[in-house]
T-cell receptor, first 114, second 115 residues
Framework: AQSVTQLGSHVSVSEGALVLLRCNYSSSVPPYLFWYVQYPNQGLQLLLKYTSAATLVKGINGFEAEFKKSETSFHLTKPSAHMSDAAEYFCAVTRPGGSYIPTFGRGTSLIVHP | EAQVTQNPRYLITVTGKKLTVTCSQNMNHEYMSWYRQDPGLGLRQIYYSMNVEVTDKGDVPEGYKVSRKEKRNFPLILESPSPNQTSLYFC??????????????FGEGSRLTVL
């Protein structure tokens, strides 16, 4: 069975600083991986996804993530944090060829200080 | 506008009083699912549906029921709510439940408090 682990329930950065949110996965086969963002009082929306094409995936709002098979990681980064990036971020994994039942991580709350 | 609509958005009820949270999507999606979100636990799947008349349990189905009589609707039923069902609930849909590359579209959430 697949699973994801998000390291750090809270990450705090200053505006303009690098954002790094960590996600490690466990899967018996190369997975499909997703990052979703949840802004306050809203539902989740897709930031980006990896589906076995390019290992460096670019998403909305300047975010990107790199699939590293050797490290079983899919960390989310953004070069320069903005106040509007403050939100909850979820990593999710599904199994290629299987039914679409994604497994979500517990989420990381990104706090951006002025 | 493509969307997943949940109602009610906020509800306070008492133990044992049956309630239904409705979910409707206008994207002709086959796959629909319910999640609950609790602090420190992230998103946990309650039930999902691959298509009309096809439903299955997720990770935390106890105390909940669902039905999928029409493609667009997937209501969540709490027959006898208890305080441990106080949570934030999300409905989500995707084009297909058979291919794992699709995007999940989420509703805005329903915050339920059971006293």
């Amino acid at each position: 069975a697949q699973s994801v682990t998000q390291l750090g329930s809270h990450v705090s950065v200053s505006e303009g600083a690098l954002v790094l949110l960590r996600c490690n996965y466990s899967s018996s086969v190369p997975p499909y991986l997703f990052w979703y963002v949840q802004y306050p009082n809203q539902g989740l929306q897709l930031l980006l996804k990896y589906t076995s094409a390019a290992t460096l995936v670019k998403g909305i709002n300047g975010f990107e993530a790199e699939f590293k098979k050797s490290e079983t990681s899919f960390h989310l980064t953004k070069p320069s944090a903005h106040m509007s990036d403050a939100a909850e971020y979820f990593c999710a994994v599904t199994r290629p060829g299987g039914s679409y039942i994604p497994t979500f991580g517990r989420g990381t709350s990104l706090i951006v200080h002025p | 506008e493509a969307q997943v609509t949940q109602n009610p958005r906020y509800l306070i009820t008492v133990t044992g009083k049956k309630l239904t949270v409705t979910c409707s999507q206008n994207m002709n999606h086959e796959y629909m699912s319910w999640y609950r979100q609790d602090p420190g636990l992230g998103l946990r799947q309650i039930y999902y549906s691959m298509n009309v008349e096809v439903t299955d349990k997720g990770d935390v189905p106890e105390g909940y029921k669902v039905s999928r009589k029409e493609k667009r609707n997937f209501p969540l039923i709490l027959e006898s709510p208890s305080p441990n069902q106080t949570s934030l609930y999300f409905c989500a849909s995707s084009l297909s439940g058979l291919v794992g590359t699709g995007e999940l579209f989420f509703g805005e959430g329903s915050r339920l408090t059971v006293l």
